[in-house]
Antibody, heavy 120, light 108 residues
Framework: QVQLVQSGAEVKKPGASVKVSCKASGYTFTTYYMHWVRQAPGQGLEWMGIINTSGGSTSYAQKYQGRVTMTRDTSTGTVYMELSSLRSEDTAVYYC?????????????WGQGTLVTVSS | SYVLTQPPSLSVAPGKTARITCGGNNIGSTSVHWYQQKPGQAPVVVIYYDSDRPSGIPERFSGSNSGNTATLTISGVEAGDEADYYCQVWDRSSDHYVFGTGTKVTVL
């Protein structure tokens, strides 16, 4: 069965970076793209970016350009999302979510979420 | 940037019908997906491509999309349908993925 298992909760200080992982299993890793979506406490869902797990190309939301980096390791079936220059507003649950292709496809499987807390 | 507007909340009695709207400029020209999110859980897709249901999603869930409004309809609402619901589209012009503002459905 398809599973996306994310790394555990993180606590970071303002100005630091965080790297969240998402390990995929139960399907052929490189035949699906992966999105990252975040949700601040009590708020809605916000798209951050997408990575082509086959070729490694990325597309980021304009809001995060220059601060986010998405990578993948095809040998382990894992995608990573690194967010730098953290501020308190980055406190949120971060989700990875699979799609069959870039564009109009739905996000069909989601990771369990990783809580990142930014606090001095 | 493309904006999707949903009512913040909706209350419905058990057995009745809930209709959740998602407003966007000419949204009928693109595909809309709907996600259900229960407290402390990741979202789950309940409708994709405007009106298709994934396996395992009850027939009580249906969707439509036309003009400037997409609608998620939950017929015969049950207590277990209490959750937040989000619409989502791909904005071709910006190549960004957009979520609606979310609707909290409360079952009375």
């Amino acid at each position: 069965q398809v599973q996306l298992v994310q790394s555990g909760a993180e606590v970071k200080k303002p100005g630091a970076s965080v790297k969240v992982s998402c390990k995929a299993s139960g399907y052929t890793f490189t035949t699906y793209y992966m999105h990252w979506v975040r949700q601040a406490p009590g708020q809605g869902l916000e798209w951050m970016g997408i990575i082509n797990t086959s070729g490694g190309s990325t597309s980021y939301a304009q809001k995060y350009q220059g601060r986010v980096t998405m990578t993948r390791d095809t040998s382990t079936g894992t995608v990573y999302m690194e967010l730098s220059s953290l501020r308190s507003e980055d406190t949120a649950v971060y989700y990875c979510a699979r799609v069959a292709a870039a564009g109009q496809e739905a996000f069909d499987y989601w990771g369990q979420g990783t809580l990142v807390t930014v606090s001095s | 940037s493309y904006v999707l507007t949903q009512p913040p909340s909706l209350s419905v009695a058990p057995g009745k019908t809930a209709r959740i709207t998602c407003g966007g400029n000419n949204i009928g020209s693109t595909s809309v997906h709907w996600y259900q999110q229960k407290p402390g859980q990741a979202p789950v897709v309940v409708i994709y491509y405007d009106s298709d249901r994934p396996s395992g999603i009850p027939e009580r869930f249906s969707g439509s999309n036309s003009g400037n409004t997409a609608t998620l309809t939950i017929s015969g609402v049950e207590a277990g349908d209490e959750a937040d619901y989000y619409c989502q589209v791909w904005d071709r012009s910006s190549d960004h993925y957009v979520f609606g503002t979310g609707t909290k459905v409360t079952v009375l």
